[in-house]
């Protein structure tokens, strides 16, 4: 069946540092790919997407692009700030529309 | 409100009893999902809701766990005879499910504590 694997966290960056989360998938078809993100106390919420190969989706500085040959998805931001603390969790959802999402990624930056 | 809403959003309750936890989908979404996120353990699906179709159980953990959806909007997950492993948040989803790469917007989530 279909599967995430994002790393293991938590990621731990000083303020302005570049972030790469990893992560990769399995899946039968070509699935949509997303990346949502739980800012503390709050529900997961959309921050990005792509639909097909070689997509890039971005949001609010983050990017992510489709890659199929190495069925991947890694998210990266060139500086990251306080405020983007939280859990990320790379998912995707194929013709079943049932999301899959992988275990999460906590992210804890220092000022 | 515009999102979706859960409740209670705490909940303790005693290893044996039932509980019913509620979630209140975005008016129109036809599509409602439950998911489990236990701690270190991602989200795991439980069950998917869409439109007047037969449910998709496949994510359900025992027969212990059931869930319905009155009219097509609010939904109601029932967990019987507790365990102390069902301790976790119970998050619901909903969407508009136009295809594969329709946003789903969740809930805050159910925190149940069974002791």
């Known amino acids: 069946g279909d599967s995430v694997t994002q790393m293991e966290g938590p990621v731990t960056l000083s303020e302005e540092a570049f972030l790469t989360i990893n992560c990769t998938y399995t899946a039968t078809g070509y699935p949509s790919l997303f990346w949502y993100v739980q800012y503390p106390g709050e529900g997961l919420q959309l921050l990005l997407k792509?639909?097909?190969?070689?997509d890039k989706g971005s949001n609010k500085g983050f990017e992510a692009t489709y890659r199929k040959e190495t069925t991947s998805f890694h998210l990266e931001k060139g500086s990251v700030q306080v405020s983007d603390s939280a859990v990320y969790f790379c998912?995707?959802?194929?013709?079943?529309?049932?999301?899959?999402f992988g275990r999460g990624t906590s992210l804890i930056v220092h000022p | 409100g515009a999102g979706v809403s859960q409740s209670p959003s705490n909940k303790v309750t005693e290893k044996g009893k039932d509980v019913e936890l509620r979630c209140d989908p975005i008016s129109g979404h036809t599509a409602l999902y439950w998911y489990r996120q236990s701690l270190g353990q991602g989200l795991e699906f439980l069950i998917y809701?869409?439109?007047?179709?037969?449910?998709?159980k496949s994510g359900l953990p025992s027969d212990r766990f059931s869930a319905e959806r009155t009219g097509g909007s609010v939904s109601t997950l029932t967990i019987q005879r507790t365990q102390q492993e069902d301790s976790a948040v119970y998050l619901c989803?909903?969407?508009?499910?136009?295809?594969?790469?329709?946003?789903?917007?969740f809930g805050q989530g159910t925190r149940l504590t069974v002791v």
């Open positions: 998912a995707l959802s194929d013709g079943s529309y049932i999301p899959t």
């Open positions: 809701f869409q439109g007047n179709s037969a449910p998709d």
């Open positions: 989803a909903s969407s508009l499910a136009l295809g594969p790469n329709t946003e789903a917007f």
């Open positions: 792509a639909t097909k190969a070689d």
